[in-house]
């Protein structure tokens, strides 16, 4: 690990290998397909690392993750409605490899379809995305989901629905009344599209923070979770994971120690994110791999600043430190490339080809 110029972001192997057999092997256990969100680690190796494991698709959100993560699985899902030169792009994604997109309106429905038809590439599949709680994307009732299913057809083919419990960040143990409501909430909509002859064939779900509590709403048939892959301390503070199950790190570089009480490390925003801990008492922007004490508590774009008041450790200008970040997803977007390492030993470095928007 000593090649590795600070700040730079590392990745344990046999921690990373360890999260992907876990989930698949709960999703086998459990009867669900498993559809992994690629924003997470950007990489299309790992997408083929996850399908090689058995996963029966991958998940993205940006036309660059698309073009990256085609043919990396047997099956695309872009979790976003594509509109204007994003239906575009995906559809001529959708040329190379079985395509599905999650929209919320008529009006996306006719603009995949009119892209579908201007690229000439045969149908793409649509799952109407519901709204189950978090008030991003989704329609809000079973009967505008019929409605939107109904605006589908040759060029785009209904094929089911999808929803985000992404409003689902309490402790994994505190979750049970928030999932009662989803399991009842989708069980009324899907009933809803079965009486007006649209009984949909995918029900996609799915987070991290709910995924091994998946099969308490049945009627989902896949589930999405993204961040399991490397976990981070916002996953790791609500239980969702053990905090050894942390794969990504930045691993950083005391660069002064001057101010009494703290000291700087070469990771800022541009490194770690400064995306705030989701869930959790503690605050800052990150914390020591190997001192939980230690927090990233202010931050600028190139300094990190270490707050010592919890920890008799007194580092020196020059040790390096391994940081694991608030939300890993924005902080792999960050990188150039990503540094995989056994115990300290590095073993390959790739570049997250999927980053920034292509
Ligand atoms: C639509 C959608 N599906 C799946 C995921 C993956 O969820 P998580 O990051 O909790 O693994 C996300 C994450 O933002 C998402 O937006």
Redesign the pocket.
């Known amino acids: 690990m000593d090649e590795i110029a600070t700040p730079g972001a590392v990745v344990d192997l046999d921690r990373l290998e360890a999260n992907l057999a876990r989930m698949q092997s709960y999703a086998n256990g459990h009867g669900l397909r498993l559809r992994?969100?690629t924003?997470?680690h950007k990489a299309k190796w790992l997408a083929e690392a996850q399908a090689g494991l058995g996963a029966a698709g991958v998940?993205v959100?940006t036309p660059v993750e698309a073009r990256r993560m085609a043919g990396a699985s047997p099956e695309l899902l872009v979790?976003?409605p594509a509109l204007g030169a994003r239906a575009d792009a995906i559809a001529a994604v959708a040329g190379e490899t079985p395509t599905l997109v999650?929209l919320d309106s008529a009006e996306a429905v006719r603009q995949l379809a009119a892209a579908v038809e201007r690229a000439g590439t045969g149908p793409v599949g649509v799952l109407v995305?519901l709204d189950v709680g978090m008030r991003?994307?989704g329609v809000a009732d079973a009967d505008a989901a019929v409605r939107v299913a109904r605006a589908c057809g040759d060029a785009v083919v209904y094929r089911g629905v999808?929803f985000?419990p992404?409003h689902i960040r309490d402790p994994v143990e505190e979750q049970d009344r928030a999932l009662e409501a989803l399991r009842v909430q989708l069980d009324g909509v899907i009933a809803t599209l079965g009486e007006a002859g649209l009984e949909p064939a995918i029900v996609?779900g799915?987070?991290?923070?709910?995924?091994f509590r998946s099969h308490e709403v049945p009627v989902q048939t896949e589930i999405?979770?993204?961040?399991?892959a490397f976990n981070d301390r916002t996953?790791a503070a609500i239980g969702?994971c053990a905090r050894d199950d942390c794969a990504y790190t930045i691993l950083a570089t005391v660069v002064s120690t001057a101010v009494p009480g703290q000291a700087v490390v070469d990771a800022g925003s541009k490194a770690l994110s400064s995306d705030p801990l989701r869930g959790g008492e503690a605050g800052g922007f990150g914390e020591l791999l190997d001192r939980p004490e230690v927090t990233v508590a202010r931050l600028s774009e190139e300094h990190g600043i270490l707050d010592l008041s919890g920890t008799d450790w007194r580092p020196r200008v020059g040790d390096r430190v391994r940081i694991i970040p608030n939300h890993v997803?924005v902080s792999v977007n960050l990188q150039m490339e990503v540094h995989g390492v056994r115990g300290d030993r590095l073993e390959r470095s790739w570049e997250p080809e999927a980053r920034g928007w292509g």
């Open positions: 992994p969100h924003k997470t998940t959100a979790a976003y999650a995305e991003r994307c999808m985000y992404g996609s799915g987070s991290t923070p709910t995924a999405r979770p993204g961040t399991y996953t969702a997803c």
